[in-house]
């Protein structure tokens, strides 16, 4: 029997889902490099047993993030990085994938929140209601007396996003969903870090003070800091890939050092005689 159409319909979103999902972390993984086209329709429909309507709306909404390209006669292309969507949600999360993300990403990541969020704290300096500074100080409560990385990583989220709230600026609010994964990107990489959260405490205080006094340039100026200070840790620290790759160069057993040691010592040796 066919199934009611208003089953279908509850189905689908959680099937096209699933394509747009895979399709975006593979394009965004480099598996389907730029300038590359994505399979034929059939063939995508047959991959995750779902019908050419499914595929359709995937697709769509991938050329709507700006991923591919979609031509008649010419199927559908991979874009090149510079026409993505990279605030959106989706395409921020596919790129940062399951790994932790490369620093040039980080870095770049960075200097998007340094151009939103001084500003933003300017802002709230000047706009935040009573019930917008109690979310700000409530939030940084949190931070200090946070134990675990699960409660430190949900209370720095909520500050920085109830001042991006307090803004009552609604462009600025539309960036929520972006800072929000960002923030969860940077933290990939923050709870390895000794120190990162604790140390700058300090200057997220500094903001919700001057947010609470309605001093806006002290606010920009403490936000400034507080992004500096997670520059300054991304840029000294080494990625995960770049330790693995130190970690395959380096001797680490017994055998490996003594062998390298001998290799060492006989090139001095050779030097001495040359």
């Known amino acids: 029997m066919?199934?009611?159409?208003?089953?279908?319909?509850?189905?689908?979103?959680?099937?096209?889902r699933n394509v747009l999902t895979t399709l975006g972390r593979e394009i965004a993984q480099d598996l389907i490099p730029v300038g590359a086209a994505l399979p034929p329709e059939p063939d995508l429909e047959t991959r995750f047993g779902v019908g050419r309507g499914?595929?359709?709306?995937?697709?769509?909404?991938?050329?709507?993030?700006?991923?591919?390209?979609?031509r008649p006669r010419h199927g559908t292309h991979v874009l090149p990085r510079?026409?993505?969507?990279?605030?959106?949600?989706?395409?921020?999360?596919?790129?940062?994938?399951?790994?932790?993300?490369?620093?040039?990403?980080?870095l770049a990541i960075q200097e998007v929140r340094s151009i939103i969020e001084p500003a933003a704290a300017a802002l709230a300096a000047e706009r935040a209601t009573k019930n917008d500074r109690w979310r700000i100080n409530a939030a940084l409560a949190?931070?200090?007396?946070?134990?675990?990385?699960?409660?430190t990583i949900a209370a720095?989220?909520?500050?920085?996003?109830?001042?991006?709230?307090?803004?009552?600026?609604?462009?600025?609010?539309?960036?929520?969903?972006?800072?929000?994964?960002i923030l969860s990107t940077v933290f990939i990489v923050a709870v390895g870090s000794?120190?990162?959260?604790?140390?700058?405490?300090?200057?997220?205080?500094?903001?919700?003070?001057?947010?609470?006094?309605?001093?806006?340039?002290?606010?920009?100026?403490?936000?400034?800091?507080?992004?500096?200070?997670?520059?300054?840790?991304?840029?000294?620290?080494?990625?995960?890939?770049?330790?693995?790759?130190?970690?395959?160069t380096v001797a680490t057993t017994p055998t490996k050092r003594a062998i390298v040691k001998k290799a060492s010592a006989n090139k001095k040796k050779k030097r001495h005689v040359s």
């Open 2 to 16: 066919a199934k009611p159409k208003s089953a279908d319909k509850r189905v689908k979103p959680g099937r096209i």
């Open 54 to 70: 499914v595929v359709r709306e995937a697709i769509k909404t991938l050329a709507a993030k700006g991923l591919v390209s979609v």
């Open 82 to 106: 510079s026409e993505w969507s990279l605030l959106d949600r989706d395409v921020l999360s596919w790129l940062v994938g399951k790994d932790e993300p490369g620093r040039d990403l980080l």
């Open 142 to 151: 949190a931070m200090e007396t946070a134990q675990d990385h699960a409660s």
């Open 156 to 181: 720095d989220k909520a500050f920085h996003l109830a001042i991006l709230d307090a803004t009552h600026n609604p462009v600025l609010q539309g960036f929520r969903g972006a800072i929000d994964t």
């Open 194 to 248: 000794a120190g990162w959260f604790r140390d700058n405490l300090p200057n997220h205080a500094a903001a919700a003070r001057a947010i609470e006094s309605g001093d806006a340039e002290k606010a920009r100026i403490a936000m400034e800091r507080v992004l500096g200070y997670t520059k300054f840790k991304l840029s000294s620290r080494r990625t995960a890939a770049a330790e693995r790759r130190l970690a395959g």
